[in-house]
């Protein structure tokens, strides 16, 4: 027999999460996962299905049937998309604005699918003409965008815009809002969006694990009418149809606890209200922004892209930024992050979504960053 | 704005748990899931995937560097397996006996591979010379079996048969191991087993969402020699491995909180003692056999193919298991499920297993067999 290593009972250390998710999980939720389980098809399991599903529709603004959590965390939310819509031979065009334009390319490609892109710089949003200028010249069967650049820090504006530019093509739009769902304005009927994912370690602040997929019926009809099985079983739409459907019957087993616990995420996201809940975001990121902004560092993106949810501040010349990260770390058991991919070195980044936007985290990053910084010379 | 369903806070109901899965879980696994998150990325975090995949070696009995939880439930880290190994053109040898031997055919084709089965029927486990036979005619890169059926109450015994000979037909060999890890006797390394695959909440006793798997180094080196990508971005081991191999970069957001509990429902694998782990199970199954034996009734499979951690019970003519499961739901907030597949209406499946193998729930499933038989006029 191979002998047991030498471990002790888990005990893991507590931090204050300001980075890009996960965000710190509200009370109510992490209590809520310690509730005993039930099985995964009883009578009243299926009810909590009903009720996430009701208050999915709601946080994403949408009618759509088919909204479900899918049983992984965001990527696989986002695989499940891509694997089912993007049939082998379809063109989709995806962004280069940002480090999830690359994942959907090489999702959409292992899906089989022929990518083409449309450019943008990181740390900008698409530009509506650049969109229009792209459906012309590639006429893409799939048109994927990021609502919230978690990887820049940009919210994506005129998104009516560009899902009436793919709809006059007959293209379907997929949408990435892991993080802007619950935290920033998303509405996907009005906006006219065919296919939204998240995850719930963002805006939800909910441990990750069930990831929200909503899928509007026109895309589902593409998706029960392809040539070609879908490419993963797990993330089959057309068999999670058997389970999240009317049937409820058996296809995998859910991941029970994250089932519940992003029925409570949602519930508190109900109870605050959407409205209130964005504004929310949005007074306390301004909090963070402007007290940054009197530190005399400034946000990289243009204000009017600015994604309260996530805030990519410069980095000032001189600063270390893996110093400065351990710094605020060790000292104030804080999690904040550096930049990813083209930004790598140029930002920070800082988080402001769900439970974490709270008046007490702002003024301690503020104070965190202060700190760090002066410990490297930098005086604003 | 749409508006918020009418929806309250989560409330589950208890259950008692002696169904397929999810078995019960333990109070400290419990516990643990309600610890407050800390970033995926962060160097706790890293420390504690180590000691998972420490832990889950020991509970393979393997030295494979390459054991993980993949971010999912069984059928996640199942179609890893198979995503993985299978290459489009390989031809898979699959089995006949059983559920999930259905669900690796599936998989494997839409890896690309072209499925041969061996056969056997539901109930019995796979004959060494069907496989030799089988191997001969077909010639397989890739055999599937199951090492305890969840849909039949059997366990393959001579698996060290069954891998030698695959082995001389330089095979691979992928075996399900979802309801035997950690309940019943498996050695991956010394029964040269090359990939094994597993669940949480069958023997470990831990809410499903972060599913052991465990890959050899010679199965890693086709993996990583592969003329074609994984057709799963999520489950590409080749970029799983920037994460759980010594880079520790990004890849996809772990289910934190379902590594946290894994993490100690593993910890109590340990603390017991894997042998003394599986004494308990088969001294709590025999308990559960005899009872249900002196109640007249008789398991489907022979003894010497009896799965303790899933007893499968015949059903006594004129009996109706959708009243009798109904029953004892009501009356005992118990669950134990009915038959699956070719065996439905004709068995009941009665898990023991992980946390749920305690004598009080042997007894309570005992008590309520016979009230709710007893209901529907049968007398032992």
Not at 19 to 40: K, N, Q, T
Not at 46 to 52: K, L
Not at 136 to 146: A, I, M, S, T
Not at 351 to 370: D, F, I, K, W
Request: net charge negative; glycine share 8%; proline share 7%.
């Amino acid at each position: 027999m191979l002998q047991p290593p030498d471990t002790e009972p888990l005990d893991p250390p507590e931090r204050t999460l300001m980075g890009p998710g996960p965000s710190e999980v509200h009370p109510r939720v992490l209590r809520i996962m310690s509730a005993p389980l039930i099985g995964h098809l009883d009578a009243s399991f299926i009810e909590i299905m009903n009720e996430v599903q009701e208050l999915l529709r709601y946080t994403f603004q949408t009618e759509n049937r088919w909204t479900i959590p899918v049983s992984g965390t965001g990527s696989a939310s986002m695989e499940t998309a891509f694997a089912n819509v993007v049939e082998p031979g379809d063109t989709v065009l995806v962004p280069t604005n940002g480090y999830f334009g690359g994942r959907m390319a090489s999702m959409a490609q292992r899906a089989g699918g022929e990518v083409v892109h449309v450019d943008a710089p990181w740390g900008e949003p698409l530009d509506p003409d650049d969109v229009a200028a792209a459906f012309d010249r590639h006429d893409p069967e799939v048109f994927g965008f990021v609502h919230a650049e978690t990887s820049t820090g940009v919210v994506q504006p005129q998104v009516p815009e560009l899902t009436s530019i793919a709809h006059e093509h007959d293209a379907y739009v997929i949408a990435d809002t892991v993080t802007s769902l619950g935290g920033v304005e998303l509405r996907v009927d009005e906006w006219d969006v065919d296919v939204a994912y998240s995850g719930g370690q963002k805006c939800l602040s909910c441990p990750p694990g069930a990831s929200p997929l909503t899928v509007n019926d026109r895309t589902m009809e593409k998706v029960l009418g392809r040539d070609t099985d879908v490419r993963s079983w797990y993330l089959d739409l057309s068999l999670l149809e058997g389970y999240w459907g009317e049937d409820r019957s058996y296809h995998h087993t859910a991941p029970i606890t994250n089932v519940y616990a992003l029925r409570e995420a949602l519930q508190l996201v109900a109870e605050e209200g959407l409205e209130a809940r964005w504004g929310r975001h949005r007074e306390m990121a301004t909090r963070l922004k402007e007290g940054v902004e009197e530190l005399g560092l400034e946000l990289n993106p243009d204000d009017e892209f600015w994604l309260p949810s996530l805030n990519a501040v410069r980095i000032p010349d001189g600063i270390d930024d893996t110093r400065l990260l351990a710094e605020v770390q060790e000292q104030y058991n804080l999690e904040i992050a550096s930049g990813l991919g083209d930004l790598e070195g140029e930002i920070l980044r800082i988080g402001c979504m769900g439970y974490s936007a709270r008046p007490q985290n702002v003024r301690l990053v503020l104070s965190a960053l202060e700190d760090a910084l002066a410990m490297q010379g930098y005086e604003p």
